[in-house]
């Protein structure tokens, strides 16, 4: 009887490894298939030279300070698009409008991809920015609605205040510095505006003391995460923890005061009443904290998923305008005629007055718009743009395979002479009436375009205009740079 058991022992322990080596040939043969796929792709493009296991991941993480020049630079040697190799996996960079659009458009590529999650990891997943699937479509549906072009009225007032407030912080600088940097003033001011309209909060939840914490923790997230994202996967594995202390340390500052807040029911209390004393429960229902403090209540998120979203939300909607209208204003302040030629327009719609700015005023500012879009042309708030595809996409004459990391280049976009003449000067005329009909949808995108646009573009754009009109309707910018120096 021991025989016979050990013998069917022996028998079961056979059958074990057998499965097992089975299973083993099967992921093998699928795995060799798919680097098959993946090579027959890769060998349709130029690209550089790879190392055996890295790829072309050794190039960034020795220099990752070098690594948005080597994307462009690699851009102008192989043309509109060529081939990386991060680790094993294949990656095709994109310089060309018509391969942009088509990326963009489609709903195989509204993923960003597993790079995206290894970095940012579970604190960011239900963010717009890297969420996907279902998830992506609640957080898009959830911040749509207030953003849409009719909602944004509800925010001038909150724009024109901070506005107000930066032309008030800045007399004290003007006769005293013959030069002083503007940065700190418009960060402030741009995240003083993203409190009052997003969360309906007079005041910051953060103090100014503490907002650098804030802006210096979020700052390196983003601003780390475009090298990282050609690290082998084990590097970035190991690289998320140390962004996920960044954002923790980033949610204590901001998204931990302001969800109490919410969840006491302290945010959005403000409400307009009529002569009759009635409350009026639906005047700010546009304001995008209304929907978040809702899924704050009904436990729709986790209480980590809830700080991270407000503190993504702040950040984005402070930051990426801060940083565009520094940008314009250094501009302006390098070409004097074109300071004049917006000044004459601002003269035009507001003559010798100094009230606030009405949609009706941002809507007349089209020279001025012009300024912000041919600044944001050479100065691309996100350079480059990740999409995966889940399943095949045909670009032109070539099949890229589902699972390729593609890579859009917006400075090779915005800086191709096919599509903008001198693409390395200062030239608001680019985005003239006339010129604009005839650009190329996918050759330029600093809001990006489909389904994954920013939901904020116009908000982004007002709240730009405001600012960037208060500032020339009460002072003369000048600038000692180049448009070289900075680039």
């Keep these: 009887m021991e025989f016979l058991h050990t013998q069917y022992f022996d028998f079961s322990l056979f059958n074990v490894f057998g499965v097992l080596i089975l299973m083993l040939l099967i992921y093998y043969k699928k795995q060799r298939k798919e680097i098959i796929k993946y090579k027959r792709c890769a060998s349709l493009f130029d690209g550089p030279s790879t190392f055996p296991y890295f790829g072309n991941s050794l190039e960034f993480v020795l220099h990752p300070e070098e690594s948005a020049q080597k994307i462009i630079h690699y851009t102008e040697k192989y043309g509109s698009k060529y081939r990386l190799w991060i680790g094993g996996q294949l990656a095709v960079v994109i310089a060309d409008a018509n391969d942009a659009e088509i990326i963009l458009r489609s709903s195989k590529c509204l993923n960003k ?5 290894d970095l940012f990891g579970r604190g960011f997943a ?7 699937g279902d998830e992506w479509k609640k957080i898009r549906s959830l911040l749509q609605r207030p953003f849409a072009p009719s909602a944004i009225n509800n925010y001038i007032e909150a724009m024109n205040d901070g506005a ?4 008030k912080k800045l007399e ?3 006769g005293v510095n013959t030069v002083f940097n503007v940065e700190s003033y418009i960060s402030n001011t741009a995240f003083y ?4 309209a997003f969360f309906d909060s007079e005041k910051p939840a953060i103090s100014e003391e503490n907002f650098p914490a804030f802006k210096k923790a979020t700052g390196e997230i983003f601003m780390d995460s475009f090298s990282l994202m050609f690290y082998p996967k084990l590097i970035r594995k190991i690289k998320q923890l140390n962004n996920r202390e960044k954002l923790k340390e980033a949610m204590n500052i901001l998204g931990l005061p302001y969800y109490k807040l919410a969840a006491e029911g302290k945010l959005n209390k403000k409400q307009a009443q009529s002569q009759n004393g009635v409350i009026d429960n639906n005047q700010n229902h546009n304001r995008p904290c209304e929907s978040l403090i809702e899924h704050i209540r009904n436990d729709t998120f986790s209480t980590e998923q809830k700080e991270s979203l407000i503190t993504v939300f702040a950040s984005a909607g402070s930051e990426t305008t801060a940083t565009a209208t520094c940008f314009t204003l250094l501009i302006l302040g390098m070409h004097q005629k074109i300071q004049d030629k917006a000044y004459e327009e601002l003269k035009g719609i507001f003559g010798d007055s100094d009230r606030d700015a009405t949609m009706d005023d941002i809507k007349e500012m089209h020279y001025m718009e012009q300024v912000i879009k041919e600044v944001l042309r050479i100065f691309p708030l996100a350079p480059f743009l990740f999409r995966t595809p889940c399943e095949d996409i045909t670009l032109g004459n070539v099949t890229i395979p589902s699972g390729t990391q593609l890579i859009i280049n917006l400075f090779g976009l915005h800086k191709n002479p096919k599509y903008f003449p001198d693409p390395h000067e200062f030239n608001p005329e680019n985005f003239s009436e006339e010129r604009s009909k005839n650009l190329p949808k996918g050759c330029y995108l600093p809001f990006v375009i489909g389904a994954r646009s920013c939901f904020g573009k116009t908000f982004a754009m007002c709240k730009m205009k405001i600012l960037c009109s208060a500032m020339l309707r009460k002072y003369r910018i000048h600038s000692g740079k180049k448009i070289s120096d900075v680039n």
Aim: proline letters at 9%; charged letters at 20%; aromatic letters at 8%.
């Design 172 to 174: 004290p600088e003007v």
């Design 126 to 132: 239900n963010t717009p920015f890297v969420s996907e």
């Design 164 to 167: 107000r407030m930066l032309v």
């Design 193 to 196: 505006i993203a409190c009052r």
């Design 113 to 117: 991809g597993k790079n995206f999650h």
